[in-house]
């Protein structure tokens, strides 16, 4: 079974640090992985999705790598700013297979 | 409507009672899917359809948990016999098709078993 691990679950940085989130997973056949962020009691937003041929996608102050043959997925946020502070999950897709991670929780200071 | 809905946004019952979780997906998303998500941690998987029919059935807890989607667009998601412990945020996303494709989730329903 597919285990998705989130590492720290917690980070607090003050404005303008880049933030570095990690996820890693044990079975790298995958059909693409996803990262979402959800703020307190809401739902998730999806940020960004990595199909398994991609090693990387981008969006604004977002980057997110994919390496299948490690099981890592890492998300890059430049220049971070207090409406940044939510909590960040990474989910695996494993042709309907679905795993998440417990997420990153993350603040930033101002 | 514009994104997923779900109704009700909090429900409150007693252990023992019977409960209906509705999920309205976006226009046109063939796939649904819901999840159960306790404090601290990440959605669990609980079933997906894809079109009227459940794909994949396998993270429904035990058989007091059944889904349908009679029609390829709501949801419903049944509990029967409610216990404490099931007691969580229940989500619903949608996607245009099961893989590939991004999710979009609906607020949740925060469920409370007393």
């Known amino acids: 079974k597919q285990e998705v691990t989130q590492i720290p679950a917690a980070l607090s940085v003050p404005e303008g640090e880049n933030l570095v989130l990690n996820c890693s997973f044990t079975d790298s056949a995958i059909y693409n992985l996803q990262w979402f962020r959800q703020d307190p009691g809401k739902g998730l937003t999806s940020l960004l999705l990595i199909q398994s041929s991609q090693r990387e996608q981008t969006s604004g102050r977002l980057n997110a790598s994919l390496d299948k043959s490690s099981g890592r997925s890492t998300l890059y946020i430049a220049a971070s700013q207090p409406g940044d502070s939510a909590t960040y999950l990474c989910?695996?897709?494993?042709?309907?297979?679905?795993?998440f991670g417990a997420g990153t929780q993350v603040v930033v200071t101002p | 409507g514009a994104g997923v809905s779900q109704t009700p946004s909090n429900k409150v019952t007693e252990k023992g009672k019977y409960v209906e979780l509705r999920c309205d997906p976006i226009?046109?998303?063939?796939?649904l899917y819901w999840y159960r998500q306790s404090l601290g941690q990440g959605p669990e998987f609980l079933i997906y359809?894809?079109?009227?029919?459940?794909?994949?059935d396998s993270g429904l807890p035990n058989d007091r948990f059944f889904a349908v989607r009679p029609e390829g667009s709501v949801s419903t998601l049944k509990i029967q016999r409610t216990e404490r412990g099931d007691s969580a945020v229940y989500l619903c996303?949608?996607?245009?098709?099961?893989?590939?494709?991004?999710?979009?989730f609906g607020p949740g329903t925060r469920l409370t078993v007393l």
């Open positions: 989910e695996t897709d494993s042709w309907g297979k679905l795993q």
């Open positions: 226009s046109g998303h063939t796939a």
């Open positions: 996303a949608s996607s245009l098709t099961p893989t590939g494709n991004e999710q979009f």
């Open positions: 359809f894809q079109g009227t029919g459940a794909a994949d």
